[in-house]
């Protein structure tokens, strides 16, 4: 379609912008408007639609229909995720559902590693049939992808039904977030908690944007073809999918989540540094961002229960995810102007900087929580102790 990198990098801005705000009313929306049952229905149905938006906007050649797909997407994609977590909190309990959230994680990277590897061949078959390439072309494998989006409604039809029948049979109360929503909590967020936005935000954002634009760099660097580009590319994710519930057992095990996020930023930077100044084989650092990845997660975003109290947790966590996507389309912007004006080797730079921002970040959290006698570096046999002498109290 003759767009340059920044254009297509906005792409990934649009699904951003609208979850800056909906990630703090997400929850609320589902707790007190729709229910769990009608929302993931309402969230889906956005999907779909932003879906078909954004296929039609190739088939026309309107890139700006494409950016309202996007955003109609975006709306319904974030919202879903949070619909998703409650279901999962409704029938799961205890210590079974760390391996839920693990195994929902999983199945969202299957899904990017099958989009990966599987939308190339869609579209050279498609082309076979056509007979030429371009934006017509583009626009019907958007729509032969969008059948994962059509399955996905399906699947939420099915859920609420079983959960209207088990509400039945049960005697279950339809399932919750949990979130309460306060903005004015934000003012008695503590520096640990501020030390952790700044990792999640400085990490994902050296992440996703250049998952996003590494087909073409492992084609232009490496001089891979397409089809070895988009494996490589994908590996991350195919890691992701089984380390991500075996490291979430890790560390409910070991504790000492600081060590483990700092050891997931080290690698994470040296796998950067790799791509960016040698020509080692690609698939060494990918393969360390892919399990780096599958660490930091399994780390971090637990960390915000040990410092914020059970009744901040939703507007916490809300403005965790609202400022992650602020940070994801701001960077996703800023990234493909730096590649249209510098080239990949500044690129690798200007990620690898976001990485050193999100290490000294990881630094100060250290420290500011060994000074004020915090939770977060301790070991689990510690934590489970502590947790049980204030139980018997």
Sequence with gaps: MKVNTATFMALYAWYSWPNVVLCFFGGFLIDRVFGIRLGTIIFSCFVCVGQVIFAMGAICNAFWLMEAGRFVFGI??????????????????????NLVFGLQLSMARIGSTVNMNIMGWIYSRVQGLLGSTGHRTLGLTLMIGGVTCIFSLICALILAYLDKRAEKILRKEQGKTGEVIK???????????????????????????FIGLGKVFFIEKFRFSSQEASAINSIVYIISAPMSPLFGFLVDKLGRNIIWVMCAVVVTLASHVMLAFTFWNPWIAMCMLGVAY?????????????VVPEHQLG????????????????????????????????????FSACICLSLIAVVMLYFVNHLTGGDLNWSAKKREKLQKLAAAE
């Design 183 to 209: 903005l004015t909590d934000v003012k008695d967020f503590s520096l640990s908690l501020w030390l952790i936005f700044i990792i999640c935000v400085c990490y994902y954002a050296a992440v996703f944007p």
């Design 294 to 306: 599958s660490l930091l997660a399994c780390a971090l975003w637990p960390m915000v229960a040990f």
């Design 76 to 97: 319904g994609g974030e919202s879903l995720a949070v619909a998703q977590n409650a279901y999962a909190v409704s029938w799961f309990k205890g210590k079974e559902l």
């Design 315 to 350: 507007t916490a966590y809300g403005f965790m995810q609202s400022i992650q996507n602020l940070g994801l389309a701001i960077i996703a912007i800023a990234a493909g102007m730096i590649l249209d004006s510098r080239g990949y080797l500044f690129l690798e730079v200007f």
